[in-house]
Structure formats: C-alpha cells, structure tokens
Antibody, heavy 118, light 107 residues
C-alpha cells in the first residue's frame, strides 16, 4: 500500500524550531519529488515548495529563509524544518508526492499540526 | 505569479444536483491544471489532472474541462459524500498555485 506517513503534532514556543518528517512506503520513494503544502486554520492550501528525489529544493517566494526541505533517501523520508517559529506558522503541514508528467499531487500525507504559542 | 480565482467561493446544493465550479487563471496557462477535494480534518484528494483526466478511483460523476483561461469542475449528480471544499491548482514556471477554494454545502 502506497502511503506517506507524517510525524505527529508539535507544540512549540515562538523562536523555537521544528522538524517534520514524511516517510514514503509502498513505492519507489527515490523516483519522485515531494511537495510541502501549508494550511493555516480555516484557510486554503498554500504551496511551500518541493524537493526533488536528488535533493534539490525549490521554495515558493513566501517560504524562503526560515524553511528548509531535506531528504534522507536511505530511510525514504523527507523533512521540513522551520526555524524562528512565529505564531503565524501555526498550521497543518502536508507533504504530497509530485507527478511530473502532468504536474499534480497524487498522494498526500495526513498532515502534521504545528502550534506555536507562548 | 499566476493567480487562480475560483467561483463561486461557496455554493449550496442538494443531493442529485449538477454543480459546476470555475477556476480562472490570471494569464494564459497550459492544461496542467488539477482539482482536489478536501473534507474537514483530511488531506486533499486528487480528482482531476491535466484539466480533464480523472484521477485513480475517482467516480465518473466528476469531470473537468478547459476553455482558454477558464477551467471547470462539474459534478453531474451530487452525492452526500461530495459536500466538501474544492481547490484548483496549476503549475507554471515551476511554481504551483492553488485557487482560494470553493466550499460546497448541503442546501
């Protein structure tokens, strides 16, 4: 069964860092890029960027600086690290597999909720 | 960057109705437009890719069309499980953009 399994919810204080994982299974993880998508409470979907299977990261303009994508192919896992957390980073973060033939996201993780609160 | 504007932002309909949601691009794009369905507390689910191709396992009551910069998602006969929020998405210049979403509610 193909799936992306994300790490659990996190509660952090402002200024802290968080690292979210997204583990793929049931398919050739190293053949696909992974997208990261943010959804703030009650809001729509916002594309953060992607990381290719070779580890090249591309960031949306709104997610440069404090956001870092990384990859560990040996454990079929992609990571999103956010530093200097702000209250505005409170959101659900999804990872999603990218299909390059038509450029869409065919499989999604269930999301990781990050709450930033003092 | 390209903007995608969905209309309507919300919609009330009844089981059995035919509904159409529109996604308009701010400039000409290719056919690399997808549609997703999201229910509360769940991740988005792919419905349509390449403007008109049905995703794996998606019921045939869902269909997509493209006409210039306008893309439509049609549900031919609403089922109870179709009440959700729908998003369009496109890729241009290696940047993905989502529409703001259309919330489909039960009348």
């Amino acid at each position: 069964q193909m799936q992306l399994v994300q790490s659990g919810s996190e509660v952090k204080k402002p200024g802290a860092s968080v690292k979210i994982s997204c583990k793929g299974s049931g398919y050739s993880f190293n053949s696909y890029s992974i997208n990261w998508v943010r959804q703030a409470p009650g809001q729509g979907l916002e594309w953060m960027g992607w990381i290719t299977h070779t580890g090249k990261a591309t960031y949306s303009q709104a997610f440069t600086g404090r956001f870092v994508f990384s990859l560990d192919p040996s454990v079929n896992t992609a990571y999103l690290q956010i530093t200097s957390l702000e209250a505005a980073d409170t959101a659900v973060y999804f990872c999603a597999r990218d299909i390059r033939s038509y450029y869409y996201m065919d499989m999604w993780g269930r999301g990781t909720t990050v709450t930033v609160s003092s | 960057a390209i903007q995608l504007t969905q209309s309507p932002s919300s919609l009330s309909a009844s089981v059995g109705d035919r509904v159409t949601i529109t996604c308009r691009a701010s400039q000409g794009i290719n056919s690399l437009l997808s549609w997703y369905q999201q229910k509360p507390g769940q991740p988005p689910k792919l419905l349509i890719y390449g403007a008109s191709n049905l995703g794996h396992g998606v019921p045939s009551r869902f269909s997509g069309r493209a006409s210039g910069t306008d893309f439509t998602l049609t549900i031919s006969s609403l089922q109870p499980e179709d009440f959700a929020t729908y998003y369009c998405q496109q890729l241009k210049d290696l940047v993905y953009t989502f529409g703001q979403g259309t919330k489909l509610e039960i009348k």
